[in-house]
């Protein structure tokens, strides 16, 4: 929780006066039990009731200036807790948009969710507390103990002895059920994504009848998470009623000892009211205390969470930024290796080619095969294990991913939209495009017919991830996407496979003739789809099987010949 | 906040009855309890008047009630939060059950429309505001009132003058404690709204992080999340400071409370018809009396957050479910006849899709859908499968109208399989398994063999045991699918509809794929959806559609023939680019 400490560093100034007001009002608080023990002890022994009505106004003052001091620090506490919970939230989400994809894999999108939402919600209540609560509740207890040695020093080591021993079953119980905090925000996790794979998977599961096995599943999860719920529940039941014994036994030690002392009379009667009251001050104010340590937990809990977010060291970081070296290949891979990191088995080995600009390149090869893992490497989603990969001459890492990225149209294999207008789906990558920029892209990208029929044009709304359209449709408007960005190299990652062959080969020829000097890379299962290339790269078990012409190839590569017989290319 | 929501809500601890009753006289007991002991301590008190003048057989009497009382009031304490505990995270799980079979009854337009962030929320974040606001506010508001009533009984039994000074001035309090609440309602409904919006935004463009990154859109998405954020700050600020307002504010009547009962209680004693100990009782009842209303003005704040997130449930829950079909009859024995009659469909009135549309299927034929994107052959899967229900017309399976017969069975005489596939956390095992009955080993690698899935996990570092995940990115796409055609070779169904279901599979894998299929196909009824016009070539007839109707239906050769629309989108896929 330290580590977010820094965020308080802005509020510096509500952070230190609204405790200082709190303060003040607690000093109040604790002059009233003193007013009541002068109004017994003088007032009525005397029967003194003017000084009874002054005494009485000097109460309801001190109120009245302590709600005006607790006002102003509510304010500032508000102001500095949400204050803090809009910056760290602001960071989270720059945070995760400099995650590598490999990072993104590891959280889940579930999780990372979870934690920019609910858990920046705790860490605001905790700062809202700080400066509410952290102050004033052990000043109550403290200050309570010292006015209870201005009335008697020997009764208020009753006082001494009592506060350690609430302290330490607060500490007992919190240590025992800390660790029940993270399960159940971790079994939360898991029944969110139960929930969105259910959302994600309704046709898949509906088509297998998976309903009642999916409420079986569901259930399990909700019950394991109430039950780790009551268990924390049953431990932290007990910490109430044992403060309660505790500070109960401590009044019957006060009247018990007192007693004593009222009848040697070192002790009057009105001092022994006062101190069952500082006593009944110290109960209530250790409620609020154990209050705001299971609020801390839950706080230190959500910013461990928060900060493995913010520890993740950027693996893919902006490099020093460069300019393309001249006449160098678009693309060049030298000797590059790549593994996910799982089992020590590399998903690419060795691979080694250049692809020079302006050049059509296909990509073939069987499932599996790490077609889209090369891809991958070129606009550094992930970073290769071992070897090079140079764009325009200069290694990726060197690029600042911005630079590098703006340089590349990628149009993966799963289309995701967001919700927004076509225009602003379109110009994601690019805000500034003129519309004959965004017009040539769509036309490119065979989608003029999809724009002309919606009903108000690039105007039109997207629902999430594209609901509202068919596959083939989502496919064409992320093709569309891409080259709005005028992108030097394009990347299309088997992305025509919902499109019928007419358009798929319009797409193609568009692109041939429609963009100069770009650098287009197409992977594909379809051999007719990047037979007409200028070069096909064919992949085998993450090594490169062959290059070349598609003619070439067919005199040459094994694996490509069987690859086009399959297709029943070559009759 | 309405009664009917609470009603409902109520309804929901219906099954604790008993622990609710429990808890009903835990509460009585505990706070009776704790309202005794200031008495017996105002005993005590008085007990030890002065110098000399202390009754100590006396106070160790009231000394030892005392210490029964605290240790009977810790032990109702105790034994109500644990009861407590149970009722609310039973209650808690029971909505949230119950909240996600709605959800698999709903039909799927409605989840096809419904963002998914919403649902999302609902089912996690709405309903856990309704154990932390409503089941918890109730026990102090249940415990609050009791203590009111309690102490109200025990000050009016001491002294009536004092008591009724009391009972003047609360309703400032709870004067206060309404202003307040009515402000900060308005704040808290339109913080949540601007929560939601944020929560929506965070979950899109999370979950779409991968293209956010590929168009360096993170800088614009950053600014539009900061734009919200802001303006979730301003109303976060104006909500916690007016929620925030009750504490002090009730704490201010507290001190007038306590001021006017010191003074007039003073007074009494100066009179002589209230002892010293007595009003040290009155003192302590005086902070008791008025710490509920704190509390009770707090929990309404959390209260209206809940009963916000109950009616969200609600409105979940209320909506219209599928048709219910317990009562018809399975589909048994299906023979593979498939006939669609007359049907017309569309998803929007305004914009017709599909237009009388017939086709009629015998057992064992294999047919094949083309046609350009859009042009309803999805749509029509969504009809066979019921996902959806036709507009007008009817679709009969195995000579029954599938509106007659159960979903279930329906669905299950088909095996599936998609172009986006869908695979759940857990192994590769269960997710194979998935849809079969408790399949053995051997029938599991059977049908991953067949699916030819067999050779990749087994080079898994955990085989058949690896956990997996959708969006997991150690298999491939195509590898995936293959899981999902393993899925389906296992329950080896009697009718197959496969939608592009090897599209991101090499032609190789598919070929042989498609072997294993005609194997399982054979004598059985298929659909299938290819783009890939070789991989149909054998279909006992083609269909072939555009804009939602049929435009041609014969076997390849015949259509070729015909020299119409298939011939073009045929030769078109063996031209040269």
């Known amino acids: 929780m330290l580590k977010l400490a820094r965020y308080l560093k802005k509020y510096l100034k509500e952070v230190i006066i609204g405790p200082l007001f709190k303060l003040t009002e607690a000093v109040f608080e604790l002059i009233v039990p003193l007013v009541m023990a002068k109004i017994i002890d003088v007032g009525i022994k005397n029967a003194d009731k003017p000084y009874i009505l002054k005494m009485g106004g000097v109460m309801v003052l001190l109120g009245v200036v302590g709600l005006c001091c607790a006002l102003v620090c509510q304010y500032l506490a508000s102001k500095a807790s949400q204050g803090i919970g809009t910056d760290l939230r602001n960071d989270v989400f720059a945070k995760i948009s400099s995650l590598s994809y490999s990072k993104l894999d590891k959280f889940g999108s579930a999780s990372l969710v979870n934690r920019i939402i609910s858990d920046v919600n705790q860490l605001q209540l905790a700062v809202a507390m700080l400066i509410r609560l952290v102050v004033r509740v052990p000043f109550l207890i403290i200050g309570a103990t010292v006015m209870a040695f201005s009335i008697n020093a020997k009764?208020?080591?009753?006082?001494?002895?009592?506060?350690?021993?609430?302290?330490?079953?607060?500490?007992?119980?919190?240590?025992?059920?800390?660790?029940?905090?993270?399960?159940?925000?971790?079994?939360?996790?898991?029944?969110?994504?139960?929930?969105?794979?259910?959302?994600?998977?309704?046709?898949?599961?509906?088509?297998?009848?998976?309903?009642?096995?999916?409420?079986?599943?569901?259930?399990?999860?909700?019950?394991?998470?109430?039950?780790?719920?009551?268990?924390?529940?049953?431990?932290?039941?007990?910490?109430?009623?044992?403060?309660?014994?505790?500070?109960?036994?401590?009044?019957?030690?006060?009247?018990?000892?007192?007693?004593?002392?009222?009848?040697?009379?070192?002790?009057?009667?009105?001092?022994?009211?006062?101190?069952?009251?500082?006593?009944?001050?110290?109960?209530?104010?250790?409620?609020?205390?154990?209050?705001?340590?299971?609020?801390?937990?839950?706080?230190?809990?959500?910013?461990?969470?928060?900060?493995?977010?913010?520890?993740?060291?950027?693996?893919?970081?902006?490099?020093?930024?460069?300019?393309?070296?001249?006449?160098?290949?678009?693309?060049?891979?030298?000797?590059?290796?790549?593994?996910?990191?799982?089992?020590?088995?590399?998903?690419?080995?060795?691979?080694?080619?250049?692809?020079?600009?302006?050049?059509?390149?296909?990509?073939?090869?069987?499932?599996?095969?790490?077609?889209?893992?090369?891809?991958?490497?070129?606009?550094?989603?992930?970073?290769?294990?071992?070897?090079?990969?140079?764009?325009?001459?200069?290694?990726?890492?060197?690029?600042?991913?911005?630079?590098?990225?703006?340089?590349?149209?990628?149009?993966?294999?799963?289309?995701?939209?967001?919700?927004?207008?076509?225009?602003?789906?379109?110009?994601?990558?690019?805000?500034?495009?003129?519309?004959?920029?965004?017009?040539?892209?769509?036309?490119?990208?065979?989608?003029?017919?999809?724009?002309?029929?919606?009903?108000?044009?690039?105007?039109?709304?997207?629902a999430e991830g594209g609901r509202n359209l068919s596959g083939g449709q989502r496919q064409r408007l992320t093709i569309a996407r891409a080259l709005v960005c005028e992108p030097q190299i394009l990347i299309l990652d088997d992305s025509s496979s919902a499109l019928d062959y007419v358009t798929d080969l319009n797409l193609r020829k568009a692109i041939k003739e429609e963009t100069d000097n770009m650098t287009v890379l197409i992977v594909s299962q379809r051999a007719a789809a990047i037979k007409s290339a200028d070069r096909i790269i064919v992949l085998d078990e993450g090594r490169i099987a062959a290059i070349g012409k598609h003619e070439e190839l067919l005199k040459t590569s094994d694996v490509y010949i069987e690859i086009c017989k399959s297709q029943e290319v070559l009759n | 906040m309405n009664k009917k929501t609470l009603k409902r809500l109520l309804s929901y601890v219906k099954p604790y009855t008993p622990l609710a009753v429990l808890a009903f006289i835990l509460a009585a007991v505990g706070v009776s309890l704790t309202l005794t002991a200031p008495i017996i301590i105002g005993k005590a008190v008085d007990c030890a008047v002065g110098v000399g003048e202390v009754d100590f057989a006396k106070m160790m009497n009231y000394i030892i009630i005392l210490v029964f009382v605290v240790l009977g009031t810790a032990l109702a304490n105790w034994a109500l939060g644990f009861v407590m505990n149970k009722i609310s995270h039973g209650t808690v799980r029971d909505i949230r059950t119950q909240a996600f079979a709605k959800f698999s009854r709903l039909p799927l337009s409605y989840i096809d429309h419904t963002p998914k962030g919403d649902t999302m929320s609902v089912i996690i974040s709405d309903i856990d505001s309704i154990s932390d606001g409503i089941i918890q506010g109730f026990t102090q508001l249940f415990t609050g009132i009791a203590t009111i009533i309690g102490t109200l009984i025990f000050m009016f039994g001491i002294n009536v003058k004092i008591a009724l000074v009391c009972v003047c001035i609360t309703p400032l309090s709870l004067f206060v404690a309404s202003w307040i609440s009515r402000h900060s309602y308005k704040m808290f409904s339109e913080q949540s709204?601007?929560?939601?919006?944020?929560?929506?935004?965070?979950?899109?463009?999370?979950?779409?992080?991968?293209?956010?990154?590929?168009?360096?859109?993170?800088?614009?998405?950053?600014?539009?999340?900061?734009?919200?954020?802001?303006?979730?700050?301003?109303?976060?600020?104006?909500?916690?400071?007016?929620?925030?307002?009750?504490?002090?504010?009730?704490?201010?009547?507290?001190?007038?409370?306590?001021?006017?009962?010191?003074?007039?209680?003073?007074?009494?004693?100066?009179?002589?018809?209230?002892?010293?100990?007595?009003?040290?009782?009155?003192?302590?009842?005086?902070?008791?009396?008025?710490?509920?209303?704190?509390?009770?003005?707090?929990?309404?704040?959390?209260?209206?957050?809940?009963?916000?997130?109950?009616?969200?449930?609600?409105?979940?829950?209320?909506?219209?479910?599928?048709?219910?079909?317990?009562?018809?009859?399975?589909?048994?024995?299906?023979?593979?006849?498939?006939?669609?009659?007359?049907?017309?469909?569309?998803?929007?009135?305004?914009?017709?899709?599909?237009?009388?549309?017939?086709?009629?299927?015998?057992?064992?034929?294999?047919?094949?859908?083309?046609?350009?994107?859009?042009?309803?052959?999805?749509?029509?899967?969504?009809?066979?499968?019921?996902?959806?229900?036709?507009?007008?017309?009817?679709?009969?399976?195995?000579?029954?109208?599938?509106t007659e017969i159960t979903r279930d069975s329906l669905r299950s005489s088909y095996g599936m399989v998609l172009q986006e596939t869908w695979l759940f956390k857990g192994t590769i095992r269960e997710n194979i398994a998935y849809g079969a009955d408790n399949p053995t080993d051997e029938e599991i690698i059977e049908a991953a063999k067949t699916a030819y899935a067999h050779s990749f996990i087994k080079r898994l570092p955990q085989g058949y045991d690896t956990i997996i995940s959708d969006d997991d990115e150690n298999i491939s796409q195509g590898q995936k699918q293959l899981l999902c055609i393993a899925r389906v070779m296992l329950i080896k169904p009697r009718m197959l509809i496969l939608d592009e279901a090897t599209s991101s599979i090499d032609t190789m894998t598919e070929i042989r794929v498609q072997k294993a299929f005609n194997k399982i196909m054979n004598g059985r009824t298929s659909f299938v959806i290819a783009h890939r016009l070789s991989t149909i070539k054998e279909a006992d007839a083609i269909l072939v559609m555009k804009s939602g109707k049929v435009i041609e239906i014969g076997t390849h050769d015949e259509l070729l023939a015909k020299k119409g629309f298939y011939y073009e989108l045929y030769n078109s896929q063996y031209k040269q680019a």
């Open chain 1, 155 to 462: 009764l208020a080591v009753i006082f001494v002895v009592i506060i350690p021993l609430v302290a330490l079953s607060l500490y007992l119980v919190m240590s025992r059920s800390v660790p029940y905090y993270k399960r159940i925000q971790k079994n939360l996790d898991g029944i969110s994504g139960i929930v969105r794979e259910n959302l994600n998977g309704v046709r898949v599961i509906r088509a297998f009848s998976g309903q009642e096995r999916e409420m079986e599943r569901f259930g399990k999860a909700a019950n394991t998470l109430m039950r780790e719920n009551i268990r924390v529940g049953r431990i932290s039941a007990v910490l109430n009623p044992v403060c309660y014994v505790i500070l109960n036994f401590a009044i019957i030690a006060i009247l018990y000892f007192g007693g004593q002392r009222v009848y040697d009379g070192s002790v009057s009667q009105g001092d022994i009211i006062a101190l069952v009251n500082y006593m009944t001050q110290i109960s209530l104010a250790l409620v609020v205390f154990a209050n705001l340590v299971v609020i801390f937990t839950k706080a230190g809990a959500s910013a461990a969470r928060v900060n493995e977010i913010f520890d993740e060291t950027p693996d893919i970081a902006d490099g020093e930024g460069a300019s393309e070296v001249e006449g160098a290949p678009a693309i060049e891979f030298r000797n590059v290796y790549f593994d996910y990191g799982n089992n020590g088995e590399y998903e690419l080995s060795d691979l080694s080619f250049s692809i020079a600009k302006g050049e059509t390149i296909g990509i073939i090869g069987s499932t599996g095969s790490g077609k889209s893992t090369l891809i991958n490497l070129i606009p550094r989603f992930y970073d290769a294990a071992m070897g090079d990969v140079l764009v325009d001459g200069v290694n990726v890492k060197e690029y600042k991913l911005e630079e590098l990225r703006k340089k590349i149209g990628v149009v993966p294999q799963k289309s995701s939209l967001f919700s927004g207008t076509v225009a602003e789906n379109l110009t994601i990558g690019n805000e500034n495009a003129s519309e004959d920029v965004l017009k040539k892209a769509v036309r490119i990208a065979q989608a003029e017919d999809i724009i002309e029929r919606m009903p108000k044009g690039f105007d039109t709304f997207i």
């Open chain 2, 193 to 402: 709204e601007v929560r939601g919006e944020l929560g929506g935004y965070v979950n899109e463009i999370i979950s779409g992080q991968k293209t956010v990154q590929a168009f360096s859109f993170q800088k614009r998405s950053a600014e539009k999340f900061g734009e919200i954020n802001q303006r979730l700050y301003k109303c976060g600020v104006k909500a916690q400071f007016l929620s925030a307002l009750t504490n002090p504010s009730t704490r201010f009547v507290n001190g007038i409370v306590y001021a006017a009962v010191g003074i007039t209680g003073a007074f009494t004693v100066v009179n002589g018809a209230l002892t010293v100990g007595f009003l040290s009782t009155f003192l302590a009842y005086a902070n008791q009396y008025t710490k509920p209303f704190n509390e009770i003005s707090g929990v309404i704040t959390e209260l209206q957050a809940a009963f916000a997130g109950a009616e969200r449930v609600f409105a979940l829950l209320d909506e219209k479910e599928e048709e219910p079909d317990n009562a018809l009859p399975s589909l048994e024995d299906c023979d593979g006849t498939v006939s669609v009659e007359n049907v017309f469909f569309s998803y929007d009135k305004n914009i017709p899709l599909i237009e009388d549309f017939n086709l009629n299927v015998s057992p064992g034929q294999r047919v094949a859908i083309v046609g350009p994107t859009g042009c309803g052959k999805t749509t029509l899967i969504n009809l066979l499968m019921r996902f959806y229900d036709v507009d007008k017309g009817r679709i009969v399976v195995s000579g029954k109208d599938i």
